[in-house]
């Protein structure tokens, strides 16, 4: 009788809540994390005869370079092993129209190696967006699964429960190498602490985390670097996240709005590219109407 431990993390809006509203059913429990005001939000979820899994709804989050508490409680989370909730499997929730916003989250998680799965939520409106996805080549280039669906329809939920329930086939392979930002400081950095993720050293570097599992002074005392060395480094590292981000999308996406069903984004489109139609036709009303 085992259970899985599950974290789910997202953008806000992306439908995390939904999603896990589907997982989980009426089994929820809502509380509030010791000492602060954040909800905390967790549920069971049975993925089959034997096994079921405990979900933890995680306040939504736009990275994990922390600017707010809600941010701070993820990054707590997936930095501390002794953590009780600290997950098996990620399962990083994104929406088909933020795709790419949504994926530089996900990039960093899968830089802690973790196992991640990847949740592209509101599939219901690929069609009206006219957006289709090659779900093989981006679990291909992204190194995870990918469950595809729609939570308001409950639509590949059974799917992502079947990828929770095998888990351990998840690769923890980071899509991409923090480090690579500049290898030669991430050098010392390895050789200074051999035992610990570069990633996790980085964010205990940047953030300002309670870290339980290392020295945090130490550590930010013999790795100081100026606050703008710091700024400069963290810029760095979003674009070369979001050039890998782009790169996948090239593969894995294609948005034609020519074939998207949505009334708004056709009269979108006529108006966008008739506009200048429609000034003058607008301009010589006006000129008739004046006379
Ligand atoms: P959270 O902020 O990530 O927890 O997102 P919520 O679960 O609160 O959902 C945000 C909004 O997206 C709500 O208005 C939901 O009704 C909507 N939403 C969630 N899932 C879907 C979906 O599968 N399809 C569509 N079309 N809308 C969805
Ligand atoms: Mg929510």
């Given at each position: 009788?085992?259970?899985?431990?599950?974290a789910?993390?997202?953008?806000?809006n992306?439908?995390?809540?939904?999603v896990?509203?589907q997982?989980?059913?009426?089994?929820q429990?809502?509380g509030n994390?010791?000492?602060i005001?954040?909800?905390?939000?967790?549920?069971?979820?049975?993925l089959?005869?034997?096994?079921?899994?405990?979900i933890?709804?995680l306040?939504g989050?736009?990275?994990?370079?922390?600017?707010?508490?809600?941010?701070?409680?993820?990054?707590e989370?997936?930095?501390?092993?002794?953590?009780e909730?600290?997950?098996?499997?990620?399962?990083?929730?994104?929406?088909?129209?933020?795709?790419k916003?949504?994926?530089?989250?996900?990039?960093q998680?899968?830089?802690?190696?973790?196992?991640?799965?990847?949740?592209?939520?509101?599939?219901?409106?690929?069609?009206?967006?006219?957006?289709?996805?090659?779900?093989?080549s981006?679990?291909?280039e992204?190194?995870?699964?990918?469950?595809?669906?729609?939570?308001?329809?409950?639509?590949g939920?059974?799917?992502?429960?079947n990828?929770?329930?095998?888990?351990?086939?998840l690769s923890?392979?980071?899509?991409?190498?923090?480090?690579?930002?500049?290898?030669?400081?991430f050098?010392?950095?390895?050789?200074?602490?051999?035992?610990?993720?570069?990633?996790k050293l980085?964010?205990?570097i940047?953030?300002d985390?309670?870290?339980?599992?290392?020295?945090r002074n130490?550590?930010?005392?013999?790795?100081?670097?100026?606050?703008s060395?710091?700024?400069?480094?963290?810029?760095?590292?979003?674009?070369?996240?979001?050039q890998?981000?782009n790169?996948?999308?090239?593969?894995?996406q294609k948005?034609d709005?020519?074939?998207?069903?949505?009334?708004?984004?056709?009269?979108?489109?006529?108006?966008?590219?008739?506009?200048?139609?429609?000034?003058?036709?607008?301009?010589?009303?006006?000129?008739?109407?004046?006379?």
């Amino acid at each position: 009788n085992s259970i899985i431990k599950v974290a789910l993390i997202g953008n806000p809006n992306v439908g995390k809540t939904s999603v896990f509203n589907q997982l989980t059913g009426l089994n929820q429990q809502v509380g509030n994390y010791p000492g602060i005001t954040v909800e905390k939000k967790q549920g069971i979820a049975k993925l089959s005869s034997e096994v079921k899994a405990k979900i933890i709804d995680l306040p939504g989050t736009y990275s994990l370079n922390a600017s707010s508490i809600d941010e701070n409680v993820v990054i707590e989370l997936l930095l501390n092993k002794n953590d009780e909730d600290f997950p098996d499997v990620a399962v990083v929730v994104t929406e088909v129209e933020n795709l790419k916003r949504n994926l530089l989250l996900f990039t960093q998680i899968k830089d802690l190696e973790i196992p991640t799965i990847l949740v592209i939520n509101m599939a219901d409106r690929m069609k009206l967006k006219g957006i289709e996805l090659d779900i093989e080549s981006l679990e291909k280039e992204l190194k995870t699964k990918i469950a595809l669906v729609s939570s308001r329809k409950n639509q590949g939920i059974d799917n992502l429960r079947n990828i929770i329930l095998n888990y351990t086939e998840l690769s923890t392979e980071p899509c991409l190498h923090a480090s690579s930002i500049d290898p030669e400081y991430f050098d010392k950095l390895r050789k200074a602490f051999p035992n610990q993720l570069l990633y996790k050293l980085w964010l205990v570097i940047t953030q300002d985390v309670n870290f339980l599992n290392l020295e945090r002074n130490e550590i930010k005392s013999s790795f100081t670097k100026s606050h703008s060395d710091l700024k400069r480094l963290q810029q760095k590292e979003t674009i070369k996240r979001y050039q890998f981000i782009n790169d996948t999308l090239k593969i894995g996406q294609k948005i034609d709005q020519s074939k998207a069903t949505d009334i708004r984004a056709k009269i979108d489109r006529i108006l966008t590219h008739r506009v200048f139609g429609y000034l003058i036709f607008f301009g010589i009303l006006m000129v008739i109407f004046q006379f």
